[in-house]
């Protein structure tokens, strides 16, 4: 079995893998682009449980924007081999089987193979913080990657862009029924990428409607209405 | 990548959630459902998915020629062509989750004709040209598909249709088999001097009922059958030596070998005939008789017929409506169209009425009085389903006021009789009390038309209801000139009266199909009717009253729906293409209605006239959406026509 990620001392890469990491291309900066001209990398990711400190990411899936569509030929989804898991609640939400997992990518080679799909592209989730912090973490551990890429949080923009119909709880399943989207599979990683991408779409269009076109201008747009947000909670 | 890598490689991507689960979700439709795993594995990477918010336009004429192969994966898509008669735009059709467009402009390498408008949030999987045209070389259920577009899918519900039917009765034959390919005896034949006992002796020797004379050329100029045998022995006929042609039936009915078996049934019920014809380019090729049709369809259709119009007694009739029942389970069973059913239904009927009629006059001693007997609304469309009550009348001829007064005094009686004795056989007695026993519908010619010209003249929602109700009528017993007048004078009326057609079309508007702007289709909110729709209100009725206006508004004589629209049709008055669609709608909404009756029956349950449409499959669902959403097109020509 391995146990590198389990050491704590350093990852341990091979010459090939250190290679790899050294030829990953720097985050990009949001800029005045119009949304059609920016790829987009939507990211979903299981994992074992909701600390972030101490559980692990089981599963990667994601999705690309570009030219304004979901291409459906460029897709990324991998499981990663990790040590049994205690039989959980997340188990049950997540649905891996312990089986998929021990039959699961190597981690090192699974979360390369993944920064060389995003590429420098800025990325999207619901909920991002969580993703990003999760992912981050597991780059630190397992690559040594220090992870710089933007997220946008699609669970943001959906009430800051539809304030009049914003659902109870403000939650994946929510907007997605709000929507009428289906979901393949709730709680599979590339299927709820997939439908957070479609929310995205949705997004995308209405913002256009307000006169938004870029990421700059959105990332404005959301500080300003976090700022109001706030002041309205004071 | 080579061809087969490329394929290879859609089959490992199969096993993404994704494109799996976007495969399964086209696997509900037409053509998806038949095409190979690889192949949809291929399309499905190859597309990219695509939002459209409401009112969005997709695809636009001035876009050049289509790039891309649509496929609605949610939402509903519009097209909209500009309006033929005024500013503005018409929706021409709808599309829906798991169909596709646009698939003539694709094929055709040319821009759309029709702006196609997402008509609320939308998405959209795009398949670039290039890869359609590669699966439209290798998969040939999707090659079909694209090719005869809507018409496939008219195909796999008679497809349906017909493997239900032969499930039922493990049937080879339907009652449209050509009767050229009908599998008959050669025709026994002789010339016109053969003796009458040498081709009776040929007949008994091919073991045959009839034999046809021919001429030299083997064109049929009479037929003689074992009925005329008997007929000529009975008369006396001591030489047996005559020509046969002394003793034929001249000028046999006859077919081509075009015609359906069902023609050739409808032939031998109308006809009282035993024995038709098939004749191809003037030369006889067969005879089908009634045998052959037995044996064919095990459908005893003529021989009901004839046992009605033989029925000795009230009693026999009364016992025979229940193998009307029986014939028309079979022969929808048998995959026979609505249009097919709701004429031998009348056909049928119309025999009992008579036959009920000549009993009641038996019965009740002949007044000697001549009179027609008149039929109004679905009987006088001749649109009966097994469903059916009384609609009818009685006109005669009348001097004046005071003879027809007179004349009324001494029918009325037996009018009422023959109510009493239609409804022991099964005709329901009419709630608002339509029916040749009321003083009111027993008239002369000219009470009649002084009565037709009140309601045109006099447009009160009573007279307009009148209207919708007797002017659909027909002479089923007596002479039918009295009432081929009364109609011509009744269009001529109509035709000088633009008011009262205006108000006809109002009232034809008043049933709006239930197709919504929202959903897909508008059904009951709450009560015992919840989620259904009703067929026949909000379906049929637009196509009634429509054609019904339109016919009585440009002097078309026909009374019946379909043939309505055809002479409308013909006379230019709607479009060829338009009148087609309105026919095929009407066609399929009636044939769903049946369908739904006999299986009411079947269960034991009362009939009724609304549907879940959830309950169809996919298929036949999508059919009744674009049936209804017709019935809202020829609504709205109608509003244009007449300014609503």
């Given amino acids: 079995m391995n146990l590198a990620w389990f050491r704590g001392k350093g990852p341990q890469l091979d010459e090939h893998q250190r290679e790899r990491l050294g030829r990953l291309l720097a985050a990009e900066v949001p800029d005045d682009r119009p949304l059609g001209q920016q790829r987009l990398v939507v990211l979903d990711l299981e994992t074992s449980g909701l600390n972030m400190r101490r559980d692990l990411v089981l599963s990667i899936g994601a999705v690309v924007i570009r030219d304004d569509a979901i291409d459906l030929g460029e897709q990324f989804e991998v499981t990663l081999l990790r040590p049994v898991q205690p039989v959980s609640e997340s188990v049950l939400i997540h649905g891996i089987a312990p089986s998929a997992l021990a039959a699961g990518c190597d981690p090192a080679q699974a979360l390369l193979d993944f920064m060389e799909f995003l590429g420098p592209s800025p990325l999207l989730a619901f909920h991002a913080g969580f993703d990003q912090r999760m992912l981050a973490r597991a780059l630190k551990q397992t690559l040594g990657y220090r992870l710089q890429h933007r997220f946008l949080d699609v669970a943001e923009m959906a009430p800051m862009l539809f304030p009049d119909s914003k659902p109870r709880h403000g939650g994946l399943d929510d907007w997605t029924e709000h929507f009428h989207l289906q979901v393949h599979q709730r709680h599979h990683a590339s299927a709820d990428a997939l439908v957070t991408a479609e929310l995205a779409l949705i997004l995308f269009s209405h913002a256009r409607r307000q006169g938004i076109d870029s990421l700059a201008a959105l990332d404005s747009r959301l500080e300003h209405w976090r700022r109001r947000q706030n002041a309205q909670m004071l | 990548m080579s061809k087969n890598d490329a394929f290879a490689e859609a089959g490992k991507t199969a096993v993404l959630q994704n494109i799996h689960g976007t495969m399964e979700f086209l696997r509900k439709y037409p053509p998806f459902i038949q095409m190979e795993n690889a192949h949809l594995a291929y399309l499905v990477e190859h597309c990219q998915l695509r939002f459209y918010a409401a009112g969005d336009s997709i695809l636009k004429p001035e876009d050049g020629p289509v790039e891309h192969f649509f496929i609605v994966k949610q939402g509903r898509v519009h097209g909209e062509r500009p309006h033929s008669a005024r500013r503005g735009t018409e929706t021409t059709f709808e599309i829906t989750a798991g169909e596709c467009f646009p698939l003539a402009a694709l094929i055709g390498e040319r821009a759309t004709r029709t702006e196609h408008l997402a008509a609320e949030d939308t998405f959209c999987l795009l398949l670039g040209k290039e890869a359609f045209v590669r699966l439209f070389a290798l998969s040939s259920p999707l090659r079909d598909f694209a090719l005869r577009g809507v018409s496939s899918l008219l195909d796999q519900v008679n497809q349906q249709a017909q493997l239900r039917a032969a499930e039922t009765l493990g049937a080879e034959y339907s009652l449209d088999t ?243 004795h239609l409804a022991q056989c099964g005709f329901t007695l009419c709630k608002g009390n339509i029916m040749a026993g009321n003083p009111e519908l027993c008239l002369s010619r000219s009470e009649w038309s002084r009565r037709f010209a009140s309601f045109v003249r006099e447009a009160t929602p009573a007279n307009l209801l009148g209207s919708s109700i007797y002017f659909d009528l027909r002479v089923v017993w007596g002479d039918e000139q009295g009432c081929a007048q009364l109609r011509s004078q009744l269009l001529e009326q109509i035709a000088d009266n633009t008011l009262f057609q205006r108000m006809l079309a109002e009232n034809a508007l008043r049933h709006r199909p239930p197709v919504g702007r929202f959903r897909d289709f508008v059904v009951a909110r709450k009560g015992a009717q919840k989620d259904t729709l009703d067929l026949k209100v909000e379906g049929l009725t637009p196509f009634v009253d429509g054609a019904r206006l339109l016919a009585l508004a440009h002097g078309v004589e026909a009374s019946n729906t379909l043939e309505r629209l055809r002479a409308l049709m013909e006379a230019g008055v709607i479009e060829t293409q338009d009148g087609a669609a309105y026919e095929e709608a009407y066609h399929f909404i009636q044939q769903t209605r049946m369908q739904q009756h006999q299986q009411q029956a079947r269960l034991g349950q009362p009939y009724s006239n609304r549907v879940d449409p959830d309950s169809l499959n996919h298929l036949d669902r999508r059919i009744l959406r674009e049936s209804f959403r017709q019935a809202q097109r020829l609504q709205s020509s109608l509003a244009l026509r007449y300014q609503l």
């Fill in chain 2, 178 to 420: 050509r009767l050229g390919e009908l599998t008959l005896q050669t025709p026994v034949s002789c010339a016109p001097a053969m003796p009458l006992n040498e081709a009776v002796r040929l007949m008994h020797e091919q073991h045959v009922g009839s034999i046809v004379i021919v001429d030299p050329s083997d064109q049929p100029v009479g037929i003689f059958t074992l009925r005329d045998l008997r007929r000529v022995i009975a008369e006396g006929c001591s030489d047996l030596s005559r020509p046969i042609e002394q003793l034929m039936t001249q000028k046999p009915f006859h077919l081509p070998p075009e015609a359906s078996a069902f023609d050739a049934a409808i032939a031998m019920t109308e006809r009282h005939i035993a024995h038709v014809c098939v004749v191809e380019k003037k030369r006889l090729r067969a005879v089908v008789s009634e045998r052959d049709l037995f044996s064919l369809q095990r459908v005893d259709l003529v021989h009901l017929a004839s046992t009605i119009r033989h029925a000795p007694r009230l009693e026999s009739l009364t016992a025979l409506r229940s193998d009307i029942g029986l014939l028309v389970d079979r022969m929808l069973a048998h995959g026979a169209s609505s249009t097919q059913i709701t004429h031998i239904v009348t056909l049928l009927n119309d025999h009992t009425v008579c036959r009920v009629i000549e009993l009641t006059l038996e019965d009740m001693g002949n007044p000697g009085i001549p009179f027609s007997w008149l039929c109004f609304g679905s009987e006088g469309r001749r649109e009966q389903t097994l469903h059916t009550d009384q609609d009818n009348g009685i006109l005669f001829e009348a001097a004046d006021d005071a003879e027809a007064a007179a004349i009324r005094q001494r029918l009325l009686p037996l009018a009422a009789q023959i109510n009493q």
